[in-house]
């Protein structure tokens, strides 16, 4: 049986949107002649099966209820930007918008992980046409949004991928490595950002 239940076509018609209303963000800005918020977007609906673990994983009742309510990640949607600045401009649009709510807020670039994750993430409550799980239409849905430069999303990428490799030898040089490498490339963020502060001061 699909944890889903008969949501889950609802689901990817709310992500569908969601990258819409974020496309328009983007739009907008780019008309007022700013930067582009972000390089690229990536969006998924987690697979019914991913779900069904994360909810026995966490002590709930294997329920679409506790995957739509207590779990608040079914639509996720990250969000990589150039610059530290664009983070914070999409935060800033993302509050002021209409269509959203952010209920949740965590920020991993100001206090990065013990192991060198930097990222920020947000929990939205999207306003939909669609019938949600407690029988309201409009409907509300949740969403996760992950934020993140592309040195940020480099090395998330690189990290998930030797997380899921097993039988690795030495693998406390490889986070030692791993998080110095997380260091430098938060350092190259940084300079990145002066860089274009001294080229926007110019124009």
Not at 60 to 85: H, M, Q, W
Not at 186 to 198: E, F, G, N, P, W
């Amino acid at each position: 049986m699909n944890i889903y239940g008969n949501y889950e076509q609802s689901l990817h018609k709310v992500m569908d949107q969601l990258l819409h209303n974020i496309q328009e963000l983007n739009e907008d800005e780019v008309n007022h002649h700013h930067p582009k918020l972000y390089e690229h977007l990536i969006s998924r609906v987690k697979t019914p099966a991913s779900m069904t673990e994360k909810c026995q994983r966490k002590g709930y009742p294997v329920t679409t209820e506790s995957a739509l309510r207590n779990c608040k990640d079914a639509i996720g949607v990250r969000i990589v930007c150039n610059f530290i600045d664009d983070i914070d401009r999409c935060l800033t649009l993302l509050r002021q918008s209409d269509w959203c709510d952010i209920v949740k807020e965590k920020d991993y670039i100001t206090n990065a992980k013990p192991n060198g994750y930097r990222s920020y993430h947000v929990i939205l409550n999207v306003t939909t046409p669609y019938k949600d799980v407690d029988g309201n239409i409009p409907g509300h849905y949740y969403a996760e949004i992950q934020l993140r430069t592309i040195a940020m999303d480099s090395w998330a990428s690189l990290e998930h991928e030797m997380k899921y490799k097993h039988h690795i030898k030495n693998p406390e040089r490889i986070g030692k490595e791993l998080k110095r490498c997380a260091d430098q490339l938060a350092s190259c963020d940084v300079q990145m950002q002066t860089i274009r502060q001294l080229i926007n001061e110019h124009d």
